[in-house]
């Protein structure tokens, strides 16, 4: 059995005992960006979970990519309409999304943005997520440290334009190799991949074309980090790129422990989920909103450990991971 890691006491006590009062009525809603990416199932999984402690509803509901801003705005809209008192989030548009939400709390409902902050981040109640700048600047640093006395060829295997998630992972993956610029020459080719393992797989045959030498890949999150691997498999030069990812579901860490991808770090869907309901639960009862900031954590999986950069092995990443 997977043994979840411990949050503490005064995250997990939000509710406590008092899920059981909460009125049969309570509904919360949960819309993801969407249903195909483990990363999300899990923490619908999650939230499922915490909900069953309860006598609450929960609705959910997700866009058809990452950055299906449309369909969430259209799901705000239907779960206010259904009586949610409280919407957790993961926005696909860290900006369009704002006015929904911000119509929302005008008619008393709790909002929380779930693994992504919004922009800006006062347009929520509170954020339950994983430090993206740190998630980045983690494999980076591992990058920077791994490669060390070579030459390096990158390839930047991005989200979006002006998706914070992305430009948060992207900026601390430059930071912890200690480049301060995309224009830095090691950087050799960018591509954006919606986070589409299909995407990624062209994007990263595209690098190839016009850079054969790239030994460096950044990519947003595991499956971008599948699609490149399949890419550079095809390439005829397999063995001499090293990946960088985030996420840290079970497939993911699997291929870590395989070689496929290098290091990546570990973020915990179910844990922002849980947390999100049991906030919704508590303001169901006693009125009180969740605010601020809960860093719901991070750590770096990697097969190898370097001098400098603290890490976990697979051991602990397939303990801790999420999905099949």
């Not at 979840?4 to 009062?21: E, H, K, R, S």
């Not at 709390?105 to 919004?118: E, F, H, M, N, Y």
């Not at 922002?272 to 303001?283: H, R, T, V």
Request: glycine share 10%; proline share 3%; net charge positive.
């Amino acid at each position: 059995m997977k043994k979840q890691l411990v949050v503490g006491v005064a995250l997990l006590t939000l509710i406590g005992a008092g899920q059981a009062q909460t009125n049969p009525g309570t509904v919360i809603g949960l819309i993801l960006k969407t249903e195909t990416n483990p990363f999300f199932v899990k923490m619908k999984d999650g939230a499922q979970r915490t909900i069953a402690t309860s006598q609450a509803k929960l609705l959910t509901a997700a866009g058809k990519s990452d950055d299906d801003n449309d369909s969430q705005v259209a799901a705000i809209q239907d779960m206010l309409a259904r009586g949610a008192k409280t919407i957790l989030i993961t926005p696909a548009d860290t900006q369009r999304i704002v006015p929904a939400i911000r119509a929302a709390r005008a008619k008393g409902v709790q909002v929380i943005a779930l693994d992504s902050t919004t922009d800006p981040k006062s347009a929520v109640d509170a954020i339950f997520a994983t430090d993206n700048n740190k998630a980045g600047f983690l494999i980076g640093q591992y990058a920077r440290t791994l490669m060390e006395g070579k030459k390096v060829s990158i390839a930047m295997l991005d989200l979006a334009p002006g998706l914070a998630v992305g430009i948060a992972r992207h900026n601390g993956f430059l930071k912890g190799f200690g480049i301060t610029s995309d224009s830095d020459p090691r950087i050799v080719c960018q591509q954006d991949t919606n986070g589409s393992r299909e995407l990624a797989k062209s994007a990263m045959a595209n690098c190839l074309k016009k850079n054969p030498n790239i030994n460096v890949v950044y990519t947003i999150n595991e499956p971008v980090a599948a699609g490149a691997y399949e890419a550079i498999q095809a390439s005829g030069n397999p063995g001499r790129v090293a990946i960088f990812s985030v996420d840290g579901g079970c497939q993911g860490v699997r291929d870590v422990k395989a070689g496929k991808i290098t290091a990546t770090s570990q973020q915990y869907p179910l844990r922002m989920a849980s947390l999100g309901i049991e906030a919704g639960l508590k303001y169901a009862i006693s009125g009180i909103k969740a605010t601020g900031y809960i860093d719901t954590g991070v750590n770096l999986v990697a097969n190898k450990a370097v001098k400098g950069v603290e890490s976990r092995n697979t051991a602990f990443g397939l303990e801790n991971c999420w999905g099949k």
